[in-house]
């Protein structure tokens, strides 16, 4: 058997001792100081100013276009594209907050939305903003995403949690857009069990998203933050401060567990990047040297941190052979994300309009994926490039 994922952590048995030895010293665990370490190591590597810590990655962005529509970057009715292939968790929110969803579509290739998709999209439809999603480990053409939404007036954020350690010629994916959100959820490539965040250099928004992480109120804002939000509106008393909320928020708080075990795992992320991108370049060569299947692009890429391994076939046929090959040697396998998000009932339900999306559909219909982590052995990688011959 050949898991989705083996552990809950890099290193899991050094990772609980140190768990459990930090949970019998610590006075508190409700979020603080851990926290906040964690939140300056992880905005040093991403390469961000700052990181706000989150109790999962969905809370992230659902905080994330919430902080926005305070802020009055976004309002209700704006429409909002997403990439039509990607997790509930990014589709929900635009909905919730009452906001358009638009999808834009995906070339079946490269998994993810590319700058062709998006302008295509832009010709019938005017976005506010678009919450790309980096799918699986690789990535669209930022680059041009970025100009293209420059140039256009539309907010880009990008949706990171699959793609964390991925670069491109011109950065580090998560850095492309004015904010980013990562999950650490388990079999992600960090695992705090729950846990997200969001990266920006936008220091009004940072502030924003502590104020909707927490209830509303200021309690976790620079001194001088939280002093201009009581001038402008007359607390006058630390007292009255304690229960004054600002602005709409939610509890969306992590822990210090959730701190402690991100500063814990951040610690093996590059080695943990660099043996998913070996395994992903081994896999890959199988599949370039089966005619039933369809390689992946990854050229405008300068190096993958593979999420999990996609395979995409030719037809929906040949898809359901590779699925019962695989089940059948005991390999876990899933759908690429969500398919086409078009099809999934309560996207039925809330959204009316319907678009052409030839690539989602198609990956929605051929595609599926496979686990891969540093803790496949060479035998678990032969098992895997077995399964990817020939049918």
Known sequence: MIPLMKNTFLNEYETKKELVDFIMKAKILSMGEKCLEFEKAFAKAQGRKHCILFNSGGSANLALLQALKNLGRLKDGDKVGFSALTWSTNVMPILQLGMKAVPVDCDPKTLNSMSANLAETLKTEKLSAFFITNALGLAGD????????????????????????????????????????????VAHHMSTIEGGCCCTDDDELDEMLRVTRANGWDRNLPFAAQRRLREKYGVKSEFEAKYTFYDLGFNL?????????????????????????????????????????????????????NFAFTVVCKTKELRSKYIEQFSGDGVEIRPVIAGNMQRQPFYAKYVGKKFDLKGAEFLHECGFYFGNYPELTDSDLDMLKSCLRKY
């Open 142 to 185: 930022l680059g041009e995403i970025r100009e293209l939404c420059k140039k256009n007036g539309i907010i880009l954020i990008e949706d990171n949690c699959e793609s964390l350690g991925t670069v491109l010629p011109g950065g580090r994916t998560g850095n492309f857009g004015q904010a980013s959100t990562f999950s650490f959820f």
């Open 253 to 305: 708080r992590p822990t210090e567990i959730t701190g402690f075990l991100g500063l814990t795992q951040l610690r093996y992320l590059d080695a943990n990047c660099e043996t998913r991108q070996k395994n992903f370049r081994l896999l890959e060569a199988e599949v370039k040297n089966n005619p039933d299947l369809i390689p992946l692009e990854t050229g405008h890429l300068s190096f993958v941190s």
